[in-house]
């Protein structure tokens, strides 16, 4: 399967521990975006990355978040003191160009679970 | 920031019955796409639009891209059970960072 893996598929953190989700994209895409889905809502851009560098992080809360596409390996989304608000799904996407020119594919998501 | 209204927020159908919703925009899009999400799972692209006035179709699913370029809809025909989802349309913010999405439209389908 060619298409962008995330793992965990779920997670389960207590409240003040650390998350860490992975996104691999699809082979051969560059860019990678991450997006936060609270349940019965839509997606809310957190954060774009290409290849070491980070694009724009305006959607992403200044505090305990952050996220890093380094040169090798997959692009991790870290959170830092997990409260309960941060339960929610998280989805990576990416595309071989940025989206304005071309389609963006997604991974089936991690689901976070502060308890 | 540029907003994508959906409607209607909600769908209840009989099988068989035709779909149709949409999505529209203060701001100009250059490009519409929808997207379906199944529960539990991530948002899976159907239809990609790329020119004002274009319609294009995937199997029994039809989107255009209006000619203002502020709106967009999607057409289901004879639904199936299979269609049960939300359906999301997205565009490019317009820093062309990502994509913006809609809330969504949630389709119900009765046998």
């Known amino acids: 399967n060619a298409g962008v893996m995330q793992n965990p598929r779920h997670l389960v953190r207590r409240r003040g521990q650390e998350a860490r989700l992975r996104c691999s994209p699809m082979?051969?895409?560059?860019?990678v975006y991450w997006y936060r889905q609270l349940p019965e809502e839509g997606l809310k851009f957190m954060v774009y990355?290409?290849?070491?560098?980070?694009?724009?992080e305006s959607g992403m809360p200044k505090e305990r978040f952050s996220a890093e596409f380094p040169k090798e390996g997959p692009s991790i989304l870290r959170i830092q003191q997990v409260v309960r608000g941060d339960s929610a799904a998280y989805f990576c996407?990416?595309?071989?160009?940025?989206?304005?020119?071309?389609?963006?594919?997604f991974g089936q998501g991690t689901r976070l679970t502060v308890v | 920031g540029q907003q994508l209204n959906q409607s209607p927020q909600s769908m209840f159908i009989q099988e068989g019955e035709d779909v149709s919703m949409n999505c529209t925009s203060s701001s100009i899009f250059n490009t519409w796409l929808w997207y379906k999400q199944d529960p539990g799972e991530g948002p899976v692209l159907l239809i990609a639009l790329y020119k004002a006035g274009e319609l294009t179709s995937n199997g029994r699913l039809t989107a255009q891209f209006g000619i203002t370029r502020k709106d967009s809809f999607l057409n289901i025909s004879a639904s199936i059970p299979s269609d049960v989802g939300i359906y999301f349309c997205a565009g490019p913010n317009s820093n062309n960072n990502d994509m913006r999405f809609g809330a969504g439209t949630r389709l119900t389908v009765k046998p």
């Open positions: 996407a990416s595309s071989s160009y940025r989206v304005q020119n071309t389609e963006a594919f």
């Open positions: 990355l290409q290849k070491e560098n980070i694009i724009d």
């Open positions: 082979k051969g895409h560059s860019h």
